[in-house]
Nanobody, 116 residues
Framework: QVQLVESGGGLVQAGGSLRLSCEAS????????MAWYRQAPGKQRELVAT???????NYTDSVKGRFTISRDNAKNTMYLQMNSLKPEDTAVYYC??????????WGQGTQVTVSS
């Protein structure tokens, strides 16, 4: 089993930056493709960015050019650098293992609030 713990959320003004971290337990992290999702109040959870075990990345259109997903396999940690934040980025952000069930694990989430 893989446990995921997110951190780094908070309150920031529009135009500001935050860096989220997702620390994973276990030695298999290095071979697991990972993702960041987010869920805003009253909305469905949406995929924000993905990263393969080799570091290939992909982003949803609304965050391209502003967010950067990365990973440090030596630290079992994935990151999401968020720049030029907008109020519409306000959501709970979750990290996720991109694996089929029952290996699709979720973190507990970290709140990001962007004030206008």
């Amino acid at each position: 089993q893989v446990q995921l713990v997110e951190s780094g959320g908070g309150l920031v003004q529009a135009g500001g930056s935050l860096r989220l971290s997702c620390e994973a337990s276990g030695s298999v992290f290095t071979i697991i493709p990972m993702a960041w999702y987010r869920q805003a109040p009253g909305k469905q959870r949406e995929l924000v960015a993905t990263i393969t075990a080799q570091g290939v990345t992909n982003y949803t259109d609304s965050v391209k050019g502003r967010f950067t997903i990365s990973r440090d396999n030596a630290k079992n940690t994935m990151y999401l650098q968020m720049n030029s934040l907008k109020p519409e980025d306000t959501a709970v952000y979750y990290c996720h293992t991109l694996l089929p069930r029952p290996y699709d694990y979720w973190g507990q989430g970290t709140q990001v609030t962007v004030s206008s």
